[in-house]
């Protein structure tokens, strides 16, 4: 792409062309103004004078070639292989994927007949080529063609270069060295490596004699690295700038917030560190891209049917609260996102109280806490009723003031959703008697609890079926008689990383807030008692629908076992 950038005479002139049906017009006005043809396209998205969607779509109409959004595609092993890293970066060109005998490879030019020939004489494969945006290219390369080899050498580089390999120059020189292209390389590079692995957290760990990376992936811990603990204490420093912390504080812990740009959005992360016996620990949490995360829908998370239809029926009422339960990363905050797109219309007004906003939703208005000054959820909360909701999000009940004015709302014909950090979805009523809500508001006001785990799925490319031993059978499929059934579980393979698990699978349990229910919250009885009422309507515990997916294939007895911290027994 051409280095120079649009002015702004070029911009007024953009904004008065409504649509552009043939790239003629904008490369006359680029011509006139000595900016190259791509310049033009990015120029319109960066002054948001169309989504990067429509601009892309229009500029391929133009062309004649599809577009393809590189960073949101699946993309194989096998085409990535097909160009050398070299290749890839030197000419800018992304393979994607390989059907039926032909390579489809994005590209910033696909117009551009003599390199699509020269990229076939590499690849030794026909070429399908489509358009992507040559930034959002290049941030692909970056991600697609990290690996833990090249993470080990570039580590292996920043310790032998002068000042980083030497533990007296780490202390003396931290100010330059935290600014030092070098070290933000690497630092790109690990989070280039997470977000190819799909990682949800990178925890960077000093040890006695040095330090290392360990990725949670799919739910599991993975470790990728060891480098040397000389390095430790400068990768820190740089994290803690980015998120604008202290780096001269390492004896308290402290947490922030950071962005990377990836493409034309950023990824989120959310950073923490903490003092241990060898130095400082740091856990990164991976958010998620700006508008580039998945929004899934109810049935596209495959929940079960006897709980889909009744959570369903639960988001359509005016008012109550239903809440969504379950530990840290149990995936609450995108079943209520999938709830919420199910009734945002034009005529309903939902508004959200987040910490942090993960997603942006169009037509929601979406708030962030802020601890910094003192912005909490109740504050926020007590605002928001005054905006005329019709629906609100909570992202979290963590005390008695948030939880009394949720319940305030939902007695006032507002329809609330909110997260509980509890095992059991019956457990959910208990806690907000435990923290203070009177039951004479708890009992009106909660409609639904919907708890909910995640398991590790099975990989599809490596799934093959066996047949567990008859005890096995007979410890959880007692009551059901199963006898000779055929279990599934991943051989591994190179998609899966040898795991034999690729993505996670949900199961819950639903209880629904019946009259009965609600004497007996007014009566302040247990969570075992409610839950032997709502089975009266239907209620099946977590183990139920657990097993029911390991009986379909999607996962195994083993991962049911590791993610769910209830007993065995109904």
């Known amino acids: 792409m051409p280095s120079k950038p649009a ?91 390989v059907i039926d005998g032909v390579l489809t490879v994005a590209l910033g030019s696909p117009h551009d007949q003599e390199q699509v020939q020269r990229l076939e004489r590499i690849a030794q494969i026909p070429l399908s080529p489509v358009f992507s945006l040559p930034c959002e290219i290049a941030d692909c390369i970056a991600i697609q063609y990290s690996t833990e080899q090249t993470l080990h050498e570039s580590l292996t580089a920043l310790e032998n270069k002068e000042g980083f390999g030497q533990s007296t120059g780490v202390g003396q020189n931290l100010d330059s060295m935290v600014d030092a292209e070098s070290l933000i390389k690497v630092l790109d590079e690990i989070i280039y490596f997470s977000l190819r692995e799909r990682a ?55 947490d922030g917030r950071f962005s990377v740009p990836i493409g034309t959005s950023k990824a989120n992360f959310r950073f923490s560190s903490i003092p241990a016996a060898y130095g400082e620990k740091a856990v990164i949490r991976v958010l998620a891209a700006s508008g580039k995360k998945t929004m899934l829908s109810l049935e596209q998370m495959l929940i079960s049917q006897s709980i889909l239809q009744p959570f369903h029926r639960l988001v359509q009422n005016p008012n109550g609260i239903i809440f969504v339960t379950g530990p840290t990363g149990s995936g609450k905050t995108t079943t209520l996102y999938a709830a919420l797109s199910e009734i945002n219309k034009p005529d309903v007004n939902i508004s959200t109280i987040e910490d942090p906003v993960e997603i942006q939703l169009p037509g929601i208005t979406q708030s962030q806490v802020n601890s910094h000054i003192d912005l909490k959820f109740a504050t926020l909360l007590r605002s928001l009723l005054r905006q005329d909701p019709d629906v609100i999000l909570v992202g979290e009940i963590r005390d008695l003031e948030t939880a009394k004015i949720a319940t305030e709302a939902a007695l006032t014909g507002h329809l609330v959703l909110a997260t509980l950090h509890t095992n059991t979805a019956a457990q959910a009523i208990t806690r907000l008697l435990e923290i203070g809500v009177e039951p004479y508001m ?55 990383r040898g795991t034999g698990y690729r993505g996670r699978i949900a199961f819950h349990e639903l209880v629904l807030i019946t009259e009965e229910i609600r004497q007996l919250i007014s009566d302040g009885h247990s969570a075992q008692e409610i839950n032997r009422a709502a089975a009266k309507v239907g209620f099946r515990p977590l183990r139920y629908d657990g097993l029911k997916k390991v009986l379909l294939g999607l996962t195994t007895i083993e991962e049911i076992e590791a993610n769910s911290s209830f007993e065995w027994t109904s």
Not at 210 to 239: P, T, Y
């Open 7 to 97: 002015n702004n005479e070029f911009i007024r002139l953009v904004k008065n062309l409504p649509d552009f049906s043939s790239a003629k017009e904008l490369d006359e006005l680029g011509q006139k103004h000595g900016i190259g043809t791509l310049a033009h396209l990015q120029a319109i998205i960066d002054q948001r004078l169309l989504t990067k969607e429509e601009a892309c779509r229009q500029w391929s109409n133009s062309i004649g070639i599809a577009y393809v959004d590189v960073l949101s595609s699946a993309i194989t092993d096998e085409a990535v292989a097909l160009f050398p890293p070299e290749i890839a970066k030197k000419t800018q060109a992304m393979g994607l994927y």
């Open 200 to 254: 949800t957290d990178i925890h960077i760990e000093p040890q006695e004699t040095n330090s290392r990376i360990r990725f949670r992936i799919d739910g599991n811990m993975r470790e990728v690295l060891h480098f040397s603990s000389k390095l430790h204490r400068a990768i820190l420093s740089r994290l803690k700038i980015m998120c604008s912390l202290n780096i001269a504080e390492s004896r308290f812990p402290q």
């Open 442 to 496: 708890v009992a009106p006001s909660v409609i639904g609890v919907l708890a909910q785990r995640l398991a590790a799925r099975i990989c599809e490319k490596c799934k093959e079926a066996y047949h567990p031993p008859r005890a096995l059978l007979q410890k959880f499929f007692l009551d059901e008689g199963l006898t000779e059934v055929p279990f599934y579980r991943g051989r591994g393979c190179p998609y899966c």
